[in-house]
């Protein structure tokens, strides 16, 4: 059974940082691309950080600079680092890994930061 297990959201004030968190288990993680997506009430569900190899690796423009997204395949583990938070990036934050025509998504975090 493939699991993508999101954890690290919490409230934080603006300026802030959280360290997000994607375990995978069921699947081997170095042959899949994996992505941060969020949604915030009543938006669709948007990219965030999407990374294939540590060398490769794709931004929204309204986290660039301030986000950094990074994967430990050893530890079948993705994550996604967030400074200087800002209150637009409320939101849950979910976990998706693709490869091929397969594609799993995480439970989600929620991540609320407030001014």
């Known amino acids: 059974q493939v699991q993508l297990v999101e954890s690290g959201g919490g409230s934080v004030q603006t300026g802030g940082s959280l360290r997000l968190s994607c375990v995978a288990s069921?699947?081997?993680?170095?042959?899949?691309?994996m992505g941060w997506y969020r949604q915030a009430p009543g938006k669709q569900r948007d990219l965030v950080a999407r990374i294939i190899t540590s060398h490769n690796a794709n931004y929204a423009d309204s986290v660039k600079g301030r986000f950094t997204i990074f994967r430990d395949n050893a530890k079948s583990t993705v994550y996604l680092q967030m400074n200087s938070l800002k209150p637009e990036d409320t939101a849950v934050y979910y976990c998706?890994?693709?490869?091929?025509?397969?594609?799993?998504w995480g439970q989600g975090t929620q991540v609320t930061v407030s001014s």
């Open positions: 998706r890994g693709e490869t091929g025509s397969t594609t799993y």
């Open positions: 069921g699947i081997s993680l170095s042959l899949y691309a």
